[in-house]
């Protein structure tokens, strides 16, 4: 690997962190200790990234890699409400790859990470022949008591979107193409090589009494087949409700919507609430200028999702989605 | 990948499994929830391994790999002085593994994690286009302010090691060496492909005032001397008390020696006690039967490590024993 001292990178990578009174011990022992904050409960996640499977050279630098490992986890800890507090990260290295990218890949992550203030507090670093893997586990904290299940929907519920979706699926097809005057769209790369989780929507939801979540890594599809099948409802989406940016319709419609369904990767946050908490969810929202949409209901049902169109309905699937196909 | 349904296959892994109380949310949502128990801090690892790095087909089973790549972990909680709880499975997978081995894999980590009353939280299962990885997290808890650092070591301190060091490294030698009548060692294949944490072994020296521990992963050498770099002492070992198996000794007191020193791979423990806790904590390893032995002292000094043979003392370093080289 193009690690030359190991002990000396790993001190290149965590030298710079605050290090909050909850971590015992950080990175230097056979494993980390952290004080659970009093009534709180722990969240963890695991979420793993192959180069040539979840990304390309071409398509992300190292420190775009770096920050989607880790958004993809903080995204999942935000998709149950809760706050991102510490991470681990494991890096099976090629030889090909050089110490500075590999920095870049830890400096994409650990500027995510002061976002929310996060600490590193292990992991590992292994030679590989092979693709580069990164894996990392978020741990966090939430309320004792609060946590927005999949399982949590109920016929009469809204089914609410956060922000815009099909916008990173966008940004790869841009990435992949050979026609590079679409790379003006620089806020479409942004959604796909530097997504934002939605913690702080997150937070809001799960002061609710009652609310379900998803975020949006396998498409809009695939997350409301995951709450339907959970909470054994049904889900119905109206397709023009469906939260779109200007960038993608610009690819036309018929396009954006595949992305936006089938795309996945945008880490929005996707979910169901109860109407009568519908007026004051806006007002926080809008507090907190992060936009929400309703686009759907829920109904009696047995965990199927269906897309209503100029009154034409559909059932949507679980497509995969061939990123690189 | 070999998985043709990844739902089924996380049933599979999954539907066996006792939940504890502590567990709010386990598999099947963005994240787990776990509640702490009260007055106990929170202990947290990761390890990786890699085919072709970190084992090779023809020298472990599926089930081999997957007990070891928990084990070792596990070994990291027991060189802390803490109970391991809970663990999450990242894995990559080549098209060329069939499903039954992927579930072997997760057998083999099950049939361990039983022994510890561990519950599988989460995880993920990716393809590469590469060699197997398999990364594990695991998460205990330990009593606040009870940690066996290494930092811990104090001039004057015994040094001690559980068990018998480089049995491992001579397992895996008979495995990679043609002469198929050594196999007759099944005690020594048996170390290297289904080693045991020290789990018990840490609990009890957790109880002492003070005390250090390093799990043998990189053999006696690199360990001992981890523990003198971050106590700022020196360690002095006697080669002819470091515990060898008969069975090892067989192959030549110095490549016994060697494996022992630079092979690894054991998860013993070694560490240091104050001299006047020694004979209680005899007492309490022989109570559950562990073998524990005084194999040198604590020095002043800056962070070295001798070896005493016959009045001859050479410095030990981290030479970086190449397993498959």
Redesign the interface.
């Known amino acids: 690997m193009g690690i030359k001292d190991e002990f000396d990178f790993i001190n290149k990578i965590s030298s710079n962190q605050q290090i909050p009174k909850s971590v015992?011990?950080g990175i230097?022992?056979?494993?980390?200790?952290?004080?659970?904050h009093h009534k709180m409960?722990?969240?963890?996640?695991?979420?793993?990234?192959?180069e040539?499977?979840?990304f390309k050279r071409e398509t992300m630098k190292p420190h775009h890699i770096g920050h989607k490992a880790l958004a993809s986890n903080i995204?999942?800890?935000a998709?149950?409400g809760?706050i991102p507090t510490?991470y681990?990260v494991?890096i099976?290295i090629p030889s090909t790859w050089q110490e500075q990218e590999l920095l870049d890949i830890y400096c994409g992550m650990s500027e995510l990470a002061n976002q929310y203030e996060m600490t590193l507090?292990?992991?590992?670093t292994?030679?590989?022949?092979?693709?580069l893997?990164v894996?990392v586990?978020?741990?966090?904290e939430?309320e004792?008591g609060k946590?927005l299940?999949?399982s949590n929907a109920k016929p009469g519920d809204f089914v609410f979107l956060t922000g815009n979706v099909g916008d990173s699926a966008a940004g790869l097809h841009i990435l992949l193409s050979d026609n590079t005057s679409n790379r003006k769209h620089t806020n479409l790369l942004n959604r796909h090589q530097l997504p934002s989780p939605q913690v702080k929507a997150g937070r809001i939801l799960k002061g609710l009494p009652r609310a379900s979540?998803?975020?949006i890594s396998d498409g809009v599809a695939s997350e409301a087949i995951e709450i339907a099948t959970?909470s054994q409802v049904n889900i119905v989406i109206d397709e023009y409700a469906i939260p779109l940016s200007e960038e993608i319709l610009s690819f036309g419609r018929k396009e954006a919507i595949q992305w936006a369904l089938y795309g996945g990767e945008d880490y929005e946050l996707l979910g169901t609430v109860s109407p009568e908490n519908w007026d004051q969810l806006l007002l926080e929202f809008n507090k907190e200028n992060i936009r929400i949409t309703h686009i759907g209901n829920v109904v009696r049902g047995t965990g199927r999702v269906f897309l209503n169109n100029n009154g034409e309905s559909i059932e949507l699937k679980k497509a995969g989605y061939n990123h690189f196909g």
């Open positions: 015992i011990e230097g022992d056979d494993a980390a200790i952290i004080r659970p409960d722990t969240v963890v996640c695991k979420d793993t990234m192959v040539g499977v979840h995204s999942d800890i998709a149950m809760g510490f681990l494991s099976a507090i292990g992991g590992d292994v030679s590989i022949e092979g693709p893997v894996t586990t978020v741990l966090g939430i004792q946590v299940k999949r979540a998803n975020d959970a």
